[in-house]
Nanobody, 123 residues
Framework: QVQLAESGGGLVQAGGSLRLSCAAS????????VGWFRQAPGKERDFVAA????????SYADSVKGRFTISRDNAKNSVYLQMNSLKPEDTAVYFC????????????????WGQGTQVTVSS
């Protein structure tokens, strides 16, 4: 079992930055891909970014390309999401997930999930 805990969310003005962290405990997750997803009120959960177990390959939703960067430090059992140039439409609860997905942007392919961290971007 892998337990995931997100942190780093908060309230920021448009154009600002936040860095989310996803810390794993229990079984090491160095063998798993990790994805970030987000869910805004009244909307479905959407893919944001993902990184392979090695960190050599990443994937991003079109809406965040060029603004968000995903990275990982397997020695620290952590994955990060650096979010720059934030927009009000980025407001959502952000979740990290770990697993061995057949498709990195499909939430149902991930086995382990954190509780989420709220990101609010004011205009």
């Amino acid at each position: 079992q892998v337990q995931l805990a997100e942190s780093g969310g908060g309230l920021v003005q448009a154009g600002g930055s936040l860095r989310l962290s996803c810390a794993a405990s229990g079984r090491t997750f160095s063998g798993y891909a990790v994805g970030w997803f987000r869910q805004a009120p009244g909307k479905e959960r959407d893919f944001v970014a993902a990184i392979t177990y090695s960190g050599r390959s990443t994937s991003y939703a079109d809406s965040v390309k060029g603004r968000f960067t995903i990275s990982r430090d397997n020695a620290k059992n952590s994955v990060y999401l650096q979010m720059n140039s934030l927009k009000p439409e980025d407001t959502a609860v952000y979740f990290c997930a770990a697993g061995i997905p057949r498709s990195m942007n499909r939430d149902y392919d991930y086995d382990y999930w954190g509780q989420g961290t709220q990101v609010t971007v004011s205009s």
